[in-house]
């Protein structure tokens, strides 16, 4: 499937829907664990949607055919520097008690969140094809 093709849209979309899918459980989880708390109502939802929708699918998209190291390696860059950001200056989400999971501190924080993050585009590129295949098994 080409990229440019009728196809390779419907792929893209389908990775778009997977990462806003991915995102929104993820979110949902560490929402009723209180993993970490977002400081602005609502921005949860752009999160969800610009993020981990958005911008970690097209990160996903372009980096399909790639090797799996390096669709791991872009996507720990991406939301590393994403908990980085966070961590040194915006502060729109927080881990209570400055605790996640078995780590205590701002650092060893965004270092776990950088591997976990590792995992999100190859997921979104094993996701988004049977999503579509699913879709398109529905609507035949």
Do not use: H
Request: glycine share 8%.
């Amino acid at each position: 499937m080409g990229k440019n093709s009728v196809s390779g849209v419907q792929e893209f979309i389908s990775i778009i829907i997977s990462g806003v899918l991915l995102g929104g459980s993820v979110e949902a989880l560490a929402y009723a664990m209180k993993l970490w708390v977002f400081s602005v109502p609502g921005f949860v939802f752009l999160q969800i949607i610009f993020v981990e929708g958005m911008a970690m699918g097209i990160l996903a998209w372009a980096v399909m055919d790639q090797p799996l190291k390096y669709q791991y390696l872009a996507s720990a860059c991406a939301g590393g520097f994403l908990e980085a950001l966070n961590a040194a200056w915006f502060d729109l989400w927080s881990f209570p008690g400055n605790y996640f999971l078995f780590v205590k501190g701002r650092v060893l924080i965004v270092l776990v969140l950088t591997f976990y993050w590792s995992f999100y585009c190859p997921v979104l590129n094993l996701m988004a094809p049977r999503l579509l295949q699913w879709w398109k098994e529905k609507m035949a």
